[in-house]
């Protein structure tokens, strides 16, 4: 039965063919749709293995190196230096018998050279018009340097901000992060990945990655069917749907199996279910790493679990290279695998347009373009979240004399954030510079950065910070993380600010001057105490390039901030996970709970509340997913059910009346909140259903409509089958996730 299912996905593959002519063995590949069955019956099993080899090469490359490509043994590359690129592509596309050229790829994940803010600081800004312009600028600005493949977007649903890679993540909600993963999709595949500028994406890592234990990256994951069906794949189904050319495998193993060697769901659910017909790469060297998981005897063994599972490119573990050949004489069954993954792989080239193009023609001209800074810019004044604000910005006309501290201020590298390989920091536009060159007002800034890098144990500056703090209207403290304290294997076990920045705030707050806060970090981080010293508090997921001049002209009101959150911030990091989109339980904690030093000595050994709480930090978050205020205020009215038809046409359609009432133009996030109040498995207590940004000018109103369809309000039930139940719905529509109209209705 597989080994059909498998021919029939090899006569899909061929039949979407868009054939391209080629310089490879005279085939004829203009309209000829079997142009990559007549390449695969030419290859020798030696060639085949070869396209499923990939290999990371830095700098000039070696003998071995180039006899293995004259021979057709490596398929692609990943990080190799452009200028090394299309001397590399000759000795595939000149030299070797079939010429099948090699396909570039590279982590280009928010950004080639114009940095945009870090994945979860694109997804605070709900936006997926700019997300998919920053996708569309970073494949623009890598494929000018020869790269055709990106290992972007990262899709892994993040609730633990442990986890160093939530800040490549898109957050904790998986319709934010399907909306936005698919807007990267089409931003770097543009509408044909034979088009000029268009790379092909990769959805990783499927799947279940950022439900790492205790948030420490690489460890298992326990993600039972009906969660993984209706949380962590939500996003990849996205991403098939949005035509994303490749998948990568995530490092995990779940409830046992690594996903490397997850037959179940890499072949049966991603290849044969959704019918995905590209590409699924492995991560780094993780073919050999399921013998380290217990998952493999040896090399041989992982081999075979890897092509048997479905994983069509070795990534740098060489296991396909060294293994394939005798595991394919010994069993020649395995050759329709084989032969399917090969296809993949010549299809993924094919529509890249690379059997005509296989060289890469420079044009530094668009690396930093002015409007690509522009977008950049742009994206990073909406990523700000404004989480606190007691009347202190924007900046009065009246304070001028601004004292600008913390080792965030002018920290060029950090401020780009993790993953960035190209960037270079000599671009980045800090605060420090953006407000020195500020023009919009007569400014005198002030200095002096208190502790040289975060993690600074030094309090040598901290007497000069505060003598500047002390000579200025008001204060603006830069804190956060530097940009190695996330990203892969960066996890961390205690979320508050690391160094000396705790003592800096406290020791600036007691001057007494007004404080603002501007934190730039890869996650949320535990900062209650420091909040309750300022009067104002920004907060930014790594910026990127363009960090500084946004927040200049966010802090003077040139912008008015619209960022929500994408991920729940703890008040300590042992609340975690504390998502929004949590089941209700069977003792959900009441409104009002007893403080920890209310509870009377010797008190009866009654549980307190009997519910589920905890004793020292509650049960709520210190910002809900979805909270960011603004300049301005906003107001909810008339939220009504406008059509209900999902017993005919499927669909039930809402409206909401929004007023700014406040004297600055803002947008807002209009939020769209579902429960499913009884289901045949509990469902969560609201999920995010729809959004919408906003835009109104003082006083102005506008009318918001949202229409639903049955399969929004459907899930998967313990027999994995998406289905709609009847009964009751509530419905929330809001500012964020903690609050809102409500309406309910029945199916
Ligand atoms: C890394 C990451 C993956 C990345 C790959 C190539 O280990 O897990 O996200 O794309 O290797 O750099």
Redo the contacts with the bound molecule.
Sequence with gaps: MRTLSILLVISIICSEFIPVSGSQANANSSGNSDFCLQLLQQMTLEEKIGQLHQLSLRGDIGEETKKAIRAGKVGSV?NIEPRYMNQVQELAEKESRLKIPLLYGR?VIHGYKTIFPIPLGQAATFNPGIVREGARIAATEAYSEGIRWT?AP?LDISKDARWGRIAESLGEDPYLSSVLGAAMIEGFQGKSLADKYSIAACA??FVGYGAAEGGRDYNSTNIPPVLMHNVYLAPFRAANQAGAASF?AS?NDNDGIPLTGDTELLRNVLKNKWQFPGVVVS??NAINEMIKHGFATNRTEAALKALQAGIDID?MSSAYTNELQQLIAADSSLMTLLDDAVLRVLRMKQQLGLFEKPYNEANPSLLYAASHLESARQAAEESFVLLKNNNLLPLKPEWNTLAVIGPMADAPHDQLGTWVFDGEKDKTITPLRALREYTGRKLRILYEPGLEYTRDLSRKGLKKAVETAQKSDIVLLFLGEESILSG?AHSMADLNLVGLQSELVAEISKTGKPLVLVVMAGRPLTIEKEIEQAGAVLYGFHPGTMGGPAIARILLGDVNPSGKLPVSFPRHTGQIPVHYNHNNTGRPAPEKLPSLYEIPREAKQTSLGNTSFYLDYGFRPLFPFGYGLSYTRFEYSDFKITRNELHSSGEISFSVKLRNTGNYTGTEVVQLYVQDVVASVARPVKELKRFERVQLKPGEQKEVVFTLITDDLSFYGRDLVKTIEKGLFRTWVGTDSSQGLQLEFKY
């Design positions: 990943i982590d290992f990262m990783k890592h990568m490092f991560d780094w990534m892969e």
